[in-house]
Nanobody, 115 residues
Framework: QVQVAESGGGVVHPGGSLRLSCVISGSDVSLSTMSWYRQAPGKERELVAVIFGGGVIDYISSVKGRFTISRDNAKKTASLQMNSLKPEDTGVYFC?????????WGQGTQVTVSS
């Protein structure tokens, strides 16, 4: 059974930083596409950052220069370093892995940016 779990969310002031972590078990991730999504209250889930199996990385424009996605295939983990956080970054952040075995989601972790 494949399991995905995020951690690292919390409450932070504008300008602060958080580091989200994601761990997957039960699946080979070496060729997986790994993504972070977020869902703000009343809005649809949106893709924030993606790192493909070959290492190519992309971000939505609103987080470029502030967020950094990374992964460790050997440890089956991924992270999202978030700096210079803004209130509009508030939402539930989800970890997603896609490979030949399926499309796997975590339960999400809440990030709140508020003064």
């Amino acid at each position: 059974q494949v399991q995905v779990a995020e951690s690292g969310g919390g409450v932070v002031h504008p300008g602060g930083s958080l580091r989200l972590s994601c761990v997957i078990s039960g699946s080979d991730v070496s060729l997986s596409t790994m993504s972070w999504y977020r869902q703000a209250p009343g809005k649809e889930r949106e893709l924030v950052a993606v790192i493909f199996g070959g290492g190519v990385i992309d971000y939505i424009s609103s987080v470029k220069g502030r967020f950094t996605i990374s992964r460790d295939n050997a440890k089956k983990t991924a992270s999202l370093q978030m700096n210079s956080l803004k209130p509009e970054d508030t939402g539930v952040y989800f970890c997603n892995w896609i490979n030949d075995e399926g499309n796997f989601w975590g339960q999400g972790t809440q990030v709140t940016v508020s003064s």
